[in-house]
Every structure is written in structure tokens, then in C-alpha cells.
T-cell receptor, first 111, second 112 residues
Framework: GESVGLHLPTLSVQEGDNSIINCAYSNSASDYFIWYKQESGKGPQFIIDIRSNMDKRQGQRVTVLLNKTVKHLSLQIAATQPGDSAVYFCAENGGYQKVTFGTGTKLQVIP | DGGITQSPKYLFRKEGQNVTLSCEQNLNHDAMYWYRQDPGQGLRLIYYSQIVNDFQKGDIAEGYSVSREKKESFPLTVTSAQKNPTAFYLC???????????FGDGTRLSIL
């Protein structure tokens, strides 16, 4: 909702630059990871996912990297655009009741 | 278009009142979920349902109730026992547990 972006770490990026958003996860048993984008007043929107048997997956302008050794996930957005401004959060999935969502990072794109 | 519809977008609750949030999906997904989102926190699971006529408590189920009588529908009731109900409520669905969850656009509940 409108207050989702409050009190979150903020990444400010110049339009056209690449953005990297990081996420640490906690459950070694998680085998599926997802990145979501949430715009103000809306529900989260799926961006890209990755399974634990992979370390990299690419989509359109987005890449997700998974480092299981240090339990770290990152989302790279190429050529960041004003429409990319939103809150981004990761989710780790270890079962129906074991999906843990990160608190999120607010991405601000400077025109 | 397939998707998840939550209604109403805004809801106000009076003291001692139960209110029901609607969630309908036409994605033919078996699993459905209810989350609560508070500022600065990750989504917290209230209830989930893997299949019709079955549902399980999540991490913060106290003061809430659900039903799953139809595959398409998973309404959430916020009861008067929930003492801090002001939040943004999100409904989601997925084909299976290791597939992306698709979210509705939420209901913002406030106290009068």
C-alpha cells in the first residue's frame, strides 16, 4: 500500500544506469526464490524466480543471481527506467507455510 | 484476463465488529493465501489453503478466520478478537507451492 515504502532502505539510480538490489535469506532448506515488485497502492508483481539448482537466471532486462554458500540473492535491472521505481523484495520458499518475504528495498529512479 | 480480485479496496471497521475481505481468482489455482503487510515489515502469513475445503493457520492466525468452499474464493474475516487490525491485506494464489504466488491489489483496513 501507500505506506509500504516507508522506513525501507532506498536505492537511488540515474535513469539508464544498472540497478542491483540485494537480499539475504535465512533458511538453508529453501529451494525456490522469487523477486517481486510492488508499486504504491498495489499488490506485489512477480518479476523473476530461480530454483536452488541454478545460480543465475535472466529475463527481460532483469537477472537474478543466487549464492547458496552465503545465502544471498540479488536482482540486477539493466538500463533502469522511471517505471522501475517501486519497492522490490525477495521471497524464499521452503514450503506452503515456509515462504519468507524480505522487507524490501525502495528503488528511486532519477530522470 | 486471469487474475485475483480483492474487494473492497478500502474498509473501515468499528469497535467490536467483524468484517470480511473478499478474494476471488480465475487462474484455476489450487493454493490460496492471505497475508498481512505492515510498514517496514515483510508479508506475514495469516492463513493458507492448498485445496478446496482445507485450510491451515499461518504465523499470525489469531483473530482471523477463513473458509474455502469454492476453488475460486478464499474470504478472510477479521474478527473483533483481532486487536490491531489496521493493515494492508493481500490475497495470493499459486498452482503449487514451488510456483510464483500471484497477488491481488489488496484491501486496506482501518479502524473507525
Amino acid at each position: 500500500g501507500e505506506s509500504v515504502g516507508l522506513h525501507l532502505p532506498t536505492l537511488s539510480v540515474q535513469e539508464g544506469d544498472n540497478s542491483i538490489i540485494n537480499c539475504a535469506y535465512s533458511n538453508s532448506a529453501s529451494d525456490y526464490f522469487i523477486w517481486y515488485k510492488q508499486e504504491s497502492g498495489k499488490g506485489p508483481q512477480f518479476i523473476i524466480d530461480i530454483r536452488s539448482n541454478m545460480d543465475k537466471r535472466q529475463g527481460q532486462r532483469v537477472t537474478v543471481l543466487l549464492n547458496k554458500t552465503v545465502k544471498h540473492l540479488s536482482l540486477q535491472i539493466a538500463a533502469t527506467q522511471p517505471g522501475d521505481s517501486a519497492v522490490y523484495f525477495c521471497a524464499e520458499n521452503g514450503g506452503y507455510q515456509k515462504v519468507t518475504f524480505g522487507t524490501g528495498t525502495k528503488l528511486q529512479v532519477i530522470p | 484476463d486471469g487474475g485475483i480480485t480483492q474487494s473492497p479496496k478500502y474498509l473501515f471497521r468499528k469497535e467490536g465488529q467483524n468484517v470480511t475481505l473478499s478474494c476471488e481468482q480465475n487462474l484455476n489455482h489450487d493454493a490460496m493465501y492471505w497475508y498481512r503487510q505492515d510498514p517496514g515489515q515483510g508479508l506475514r502469513l495469516i492463513y493458507y489453503s492448498q485445496i478446496v475445503n482445507d485450510f491451515q493457520k499461518g504465523d499470525i492466525a489469531e483473530g482471523y478466520s477463513v473458509s474455502r468452499e469454492k476453488k475460486e474464493s478464499f474470504p478472510l474475516t477479521v474478527t473483533s478478537a483481532q486487536k490491531n487490525p489496521t493493515a494492508f491485506y493481500l490475497c495470493a494464489s499459486s498452482i503449487a507451492r514451488n510456483q510464483p504466488q500471484h497477488f491481488g491489489d489488496g484491501t486496506r483496513l482501518s479502524i473507525l
